[in-house]
């Protein structure tokens, strides 16, 4: 049976069928960013691990899939459609277009630093720190922010971040035990 609804569902339609209980919806972002915002009653499948847990996911009702801005969720339906899901929609804009349309977001007790602000401030750390190393120490510190700007440049360029995988691991960034990036590659990509 081929899907007759559009691939993309709009923040205030989705919205309506959650308040009538029409639809299961599936949040592909990892689990910080849950931790930080969600659609309460969402369930949390990062995408990384949705090949892994797709028995888990209803075929009973429509299937919604959601992500920060959409592009993750784009690939979620396309990784469901291809294990033959038929009703499946992603949410268009992610929970970036939901908030602006002032729909209500839920929030984790645990308070959590977002990850990519984490990158960023041992990224600039690291610059600083070469700097002044190579200023004070021995100028060959300066390789220490050609370092960490060969890593800006090929996480910018790749999509691909190591520092962002590393700052997973670490036991702040656990959240019921489950790691931020629970496959080992985290993404940049929104």
């Known amino acids: 049976m081929k899907n007759t609804s559009p691939p993309t569902i709009t923040p205030h339609d989705l919205k309506s069928r959650?308040?009538?209980?029409?639809?299961?919806?599936?949040?592909?972002?990892?689990?910080?960013?849950?931790?930080?915002?969600?659609?309460?009653?969402?369930?949390l499948i990062p995408l990384g691990e949705l090949e892994k847990q797709i028995n888990e996911i209803s075929r009973d009702e429509p299937l919604i899939v959601m992500c920060r801005s959409g592009k993750r969720g784009g690939q979620a339906m396309e990784?469901?459609?291809?294990?033959?899901?038929?009703?499946?929609?992603?949410?268009?804009?992610?929970?970036?277009?939901?908030?602006?349309?002032?729909?209500?977001?839920?929030?984790?007790?645990?308070?959590?630093?977002?990850?990519?602000?984490q990158v960023q401030l041992v990224i600039g750390l690291g610059v600083l720190t070469g700097v002044v190393l190579s200023l004070t120490v021995h100028p060959n510190w300066v390789f220490l922010s050609a370092f960490f700007g060969a890593g800006l440049i090929f996480a910018g360029s790749t999509g691909w971040c190591g520092m962002a995988i590393l700052m997973s691991k670490m036991p702040w960034n656990r959240i019921n035990g489950q790691s931020l990036c629970n496959t080992g590659s985290c993404s940049t990509s929104k």
């Open 18 to 43: 959650l308040d009538r209980g029409e639809c299961y919806l599936v949040d592909v972002r990892e689990p910080v960013e849950h931790a930080e915002e969600h659609i309460t009653g969402s369930r």
């Open 79 to 117: 990784k469901l459609q291809s294990q033959g899901f038929t009703n499946v929609q992603n949410l268009e804009g992610g929970i970036l277009a939901w908030k602006e349309a002032g729909h209500p977001v839920g929030r984790a007790d645990k308070k959590v630093f977002p990850l990519m602000q």
